[in-house]
């Protein structure tokens, strides 16, 4: 049985005035037990709306949520709602994107940390800070006896998610869902965060929902890659054969917009056509044929499946890239 | 701010620091003044008395540990005059009127013999020996009076301003906290309390009253501060319902009664406390406004502001102006003060001028 099991996940919001919008359309992908899963694509391909949906936490009003999320063989979705707030923290953690407007300003760090110690296994306050402390200098945070009685804002943006990294896995959670956990980052400071991330998975064993638009920190650290694309998945497959052979023409137009060290002087870089607003509602095709090099007619004609390739990933497209098409 | 990951000699390995020992504190390391080897042989190690000097500077520039956004801005509002001069202000009132038996030279309500002899329609005596301000129309103390009437004045301003941040904070919380139609209706409610001119509303509450008494006055100002408390706790409220922590809270499965009592509330404190000090200032001025409207407190003998100013004032204008000027001018400075602590507190509460 897998980890968590994502079967036919789909999100519509509902506006009263407003045209429903599918934000998450029939998305289905699994997480086997301490293995890393990414999710790719540009803003408002329905990453974030995912995560959350897994979580159940988007709000209840002007959302459709359908669908099965099975974590362990439980249906999420289907959970009373105290049921799944005693699962959120303690089996599944979560990280956003931005560590300074995550933590709550006005608490201590070290007693932001205790509290989820102390909301779901039972500890004192006096211990759980203990445990706080131990945290904290697990995940790299220097002098954390210091580090305990400061505020948010006192601490650098690094030590900040490194923090955030600490109450998420402070109740050893089977399931760690990471939203952008670098994009708020300095470069030096991704990096530190993504080795320690995927230290710190390795340790423990928990399995990581890696949700990003870069794909170098796919690179680094995914075992399985689904690359989504107008709230679908377009493409899945291993992290070498997505790197090594991407067969979508929107990843291969990913890939290709990574600027390189050693291309040649004067090329100009790579851009995938148009915006994630040019889309096509995939009833009536490939939503991303308008900004595809590939269309052919039958890509109008209705969505193309997604279908198993011969490398034992997915693909949702009718004239893939061929493999002799490398990424320059 | 400091960051105190940069101090030399903290910052884990793991954390991409190079060690400590470097060559800055040697003097020979001039860098790009010779060879390679040359280089090899000047960074050498750091000595013991280097190390503690080190030790003592990194020390020098750490940042004293926990400082919470209070403590913060209670540290930015002491480096602003405005606050300064709104603090004195308000603490010399404070005093004054803690201390008011202490520092009156008489007793408000007794009548002096040496000033009733000369008192008529016409004349009201003036300054005089034991008696700096003169008499009042009734051959009371003036000064001793004025100094008694700043207690009744932060009486009624502390607890009309308790009741209302106790109301509106409730009403604004609850509001928040659930949203949907008890939201709606307490708004609306705040909305009709709000479209009356607040001095209006008070009038018609103590009108209301079947007595008045000190009470109603207190009552009728705090009433009229409600609607403002709630709409603003109300809107923070929302705001951080919003935010990205109270998500990351629930992501943590925080119970729905922690996420409102600390995730909500505590963040959305700091408005109300800053419109608290300026409430003060208004409640202040809504209560001599009720007096001098003669709707106060009917007992002659308290000693309050606005009374003196409206009755004695204003009746015996042209016999002695001062009996309106010293109460007019006790009104506008305490309540200026309010105000400019609460102006200056907002300043400083603002997360936008936080380091």
Request: aromatic share 4%.
């Amino acid at each position: 049985m897998s980890l968590l099991d994502v079967r036919d996940l789909s999100v519509v919001f509902q506006r009263r005035g407003e045209r429903p919008f599918t934000a998450v359309d029939q998305v289905s992908f699994t997480v086997e037990p301490g293995q890393t899963v990414g999710l790719v694509g540009e803003s408002g391909c329905g990453k974030s709306v995912t995560s959350l949906a897994i979580m159940g936490l988007l709000p209840k009003r002007g959302n459709r949520v359908t669908g099965e999320v099975l974590f362990e063989g439980t249906d999420l979705l289907g959970l009373r709602p105290d049921d799944l707030r005693d699962r959120r923290g303690r089996d599944i953690g979560m990280i956003f994107q931005d560590p300074l407007s995550s933590l709550n300003p006005v608490i201590p760090i070290g007693v932001q940390v205790a509290e989820v110690l102390e909301r779901h296994r039972g500890m004192a306050r006096r211990k759980a800070l203990r445990e706080a402390r131990e945290l904290l200098d697990a995940v790299g945070i220097p002098d954390p006896d210091r580090r305990l009685t400061e505020f948010p804002h006192q601490i650098s943006g690094g030590m900040r998610q490194r923090a955030l990294i600490a109450i998420a896995l402070a109740c050893k959670p089977r399931l760690l869902i990471a939203d952008e956990p670098t994009t708020a980052l300095d470069v030096t400071i991704q990096a530190q965060i993504l080795t320690l991330l995927k230290q710190l998975v390795d340790e423990t064993g928990t399995a990581l929902i890696m949700i990003t638009h870069d794909l170098g920190v796919v690179a680094g650290l995914c075992d399985t890659v689904n690359v989504l694309y107008g709230g679908r998945v377009v493409e899945r497959a291993a992290r070498h054969e997505l790197f090594a052979r991407p067969r979508h023409p929107y990843t291969h137009g990913l890939l290709s917009s990574v600027p390189r060290l050693d291309s040649p002087r004067g090329e100009r870089l790579h851009a995938i056509r148009g915006s994630v607003a040019d889309n096509i509602p995939w009833v009536e095709g490939c939503a991303f044929a308008p900004r595809c090099d590939n269309v052919v007619d039958a890509c109008l004609d209705g969505p193309p499946p997604l279908e198993p390739t011969a490398s034992g990933g997915d693909l949702r497209c009718n004239n893939p890239v061929s493999e002799e098409v490398a990424v320059p | 701010m400091t960051d105190p990951t940069t101090r030399p000699g903290v910052g884990k390995p793991r954390t991409g620091d190079s060690p400590a020992g470097t060559s800055a504190e040697d003097p020979a390391g001039q860098p790009g003044d010779g060879p390679a080897g040359h280089r090899e042989r000047s960074i050498g190690r750091l000595g013991d008395r280097k190390r503690a000097r080190l030790d003592e500077l990194a020390r020098a520039t750490a940042d004293p540990g926990g400082v919470s956004l209070y403590r913060d801005a209670l540290r930015r509002l002491r480096r602003n005059p405005v606050a300064i001069v709104g603090a004195v202000i308000v603490g010399l009132f404070v005093l004054v009127a803690i201390f008011a038996p202490l520092i009156a030279p008489h007793d408000p309500v007794q009548r002096f013999d040496e000033l009733t002899r000369d008192l008529t329609v016409d004349s009201i005596p003036g300054a005089t020996a034991g008696h700096p301000f003169g008499s009042d129309p009734l051959g009371r103390d003036f000064f001793s009076r004025m100094i008694h009437g700043s207690r009744q004045t932060l009486f009624v301003g502390v607890l009309a301003t308790l009741i209302g941040l106790t109301l509106g904070v409730l009403l604004g919380a609850v509001a928040g906290a659930f949203g949907g139609w008890v939201d709606v209706v307490l708004m609306r409610l705040t909305d009709v309390m709000l479209a009356l001119p607040s001095l209006l509303l008070a009038i018609t509450l103590v009108a209301m009253a079947s007595r008045s008494s000190q009470w109603t006055v207190i009552f009728a100002v705090a009433i009229v501060s409600v609607p403002i408390f709630a709409r603003l706790l109300r809107g923070s409220m929302l705001a951080q319902r919003e935010s990205d922590h109270v998500l990351a809270a629930r992501a943590l499965g925080v119970k729905e009664r922690n996420i409102v009592l600390r995730h909500m509330l505590p963040n959305s404190l700091t408005a109300v406390i800053v419109q608290a000090t300026l409430t003060f200032a208004v409640a202040i001025l809504d209560a001599a406004a009720l007096s001098f409207l003669g709707l106060g407190d009917p007992d002659i003998n308290r000693a309050e502001w606005g009374l003196m100013l409206g009755v004695d004032g204003q009746r015996y204008f042209e016999v002695r102006p001062e009996l309106a000027y010293y109460p007019a001018l006790a009104i506008i400075v305490v309540a200026l003060g309010f105000t400019l602590l609460g102006e200056a507190m907002r300043e400083a509460i603002d997360p936008k001028n936080r380091r």
